[in-house]
């Protein structure tokens, strides 16, 4: 029975991994959870896994949270603020720790967790991103695995499994193209948030959503794929396929091609990360792919989906870079779900902050290097916003 620490149990990844707990209970226990602020769904959690330590990241909630769980016998031990999540990370003897936690708030936790020695299914894919200068170096000192958890890099993992050194030529991520995938260019300017939430194969959260719908998401993933698997930048390339059915593909030097396929079901590359190198039978739906129809591809539109081309740049300067990249894109996505900037605005505020960035961009950051363009450039995107709000910034 493998023991694993979850951060970010009330999410999305969150809570499909506790469902794959309790579907195998004699595969997997649960020694730690952490959550953001939703103490109802974090006590039911708690009530039905037992975990021996809990955090809830918002400060604030945790009387609440107490008095929740008053009448369970044995009280896990329970801690608050992000100091509290990082205990939780690095606690006891889970064996992996799942990070689910959205956004670079994930980045200190999954240090910690690298540090005690604890093996990382990583479904927060802004750890590499922003912190793979720093991550890389940890993960070869502490030697512990790193395994994906969201669909598209555990595919790619599952077509390397017995692959000989120096094998591989090209990446290729498959992209669904978001909820405007069929939309119009010129139909973008008065989409809601409503309707990029509305996502035609994924069931995920608000952020990613919206990272999906900008294709950042899929850019994003270009930078992950480069520290993940090592491949230089012109050698990942992404292709939409509307169907997701083709979670992505890898090319081998003879120019054969490796796909991996499943329903859109972010559990298998949650319970592969988890059980791996072992596969677990499940009862889930099989592929038909008579079901699943025609399976279609096409060249991304850059002119619509500015995001990828500012991902791939911001990869090949390295360095801090990619950091600031990430934090401008969350504070721009979170203005986007507030309803302080519209839906084009997202890649006019983060290329502002990437090109203000790219004189001081840091060529060998350590954490604190990062940590600071993450504040810097997440204040950044608040100045740009205010501007933008501003009716007559076009007459001055």
Known sequence: MKAITLLGSTGSIGTQTLDIVAQYPEQFRIVGLTAGRNVKLLAQQIRQFKPEIVAICDEDKLQELQEAIADIDPQPILLAGESGVVEVAKYGDAEAVVTGIVGCAGLLPTIAAIEAGKDIALANKETLIAGGPVVNPLIEKYGVKVLPADSEHSAIFQCLQGLPAGGLRRIILTASGGSFRDLPIDKLAGVTVADALKHPNWSMGQKITIDSATLMNKGLEVIEAHYLFGMDYDDIDIVIHP???????????DTSVLAQLGWPDMRLPLLYALSWPERIPTDWPKLDLVKSGDLTFREPDHKKYPCMQLAYAAGRAGGSMPAVLNAANEQAVALFLDEKITFLDIPKLIEQVCDKHQADNCESPGLEDILAADQWARLEVLAGSVELGDPLRGLR
């Open 243 to 253: 169907q997701s059915i083709i979670h992505s593909l890898i090319e081998l030097q």
